[in-house]
């Protein structure tokens, strides 16, 4: 199982990331991806890979969470097989 991570809108202000950047996590922190963003979304990647899902998404294995920047990118978390 992994989780998929993509942009889907935003600008990132440390200019590392664009909409469309795509990022897949097993069990290790994917490379290129800011620390920022990968603070903000680590505790949702792991509720993913243990197979959990968020109450308030319409979707199971989805989450979509927002860099700690108020205007910086969001990021869409896609559970996979």
Not at 4 to 26: L, N, P
Request: negative net charge; contains cysteine; proline residues 6%.
């Amino acid at each position: 199982m992994s989780v998929e991570i993509v942009v889907v809108s935003g600008k990132c202000q440390g200019g590392h990331h664009k909409a469309g950047d795509r990022f897949v996590v097993d069990w290790e922190t994917p490379a290129g991806l800011c620390i920022g963003a990968w603070d903000a979304i680590a505790p949702y990647v792991m509720t993913l890979l243990c197979d959990g899902n968020f109450s308030w998404e319409r979707k199971p294995g989805y989450a979509v969470i927002h860099c700690p920047d108020p205007n910086g990118i969001a990021l869409e978390l896609r559970r996979i097989d």
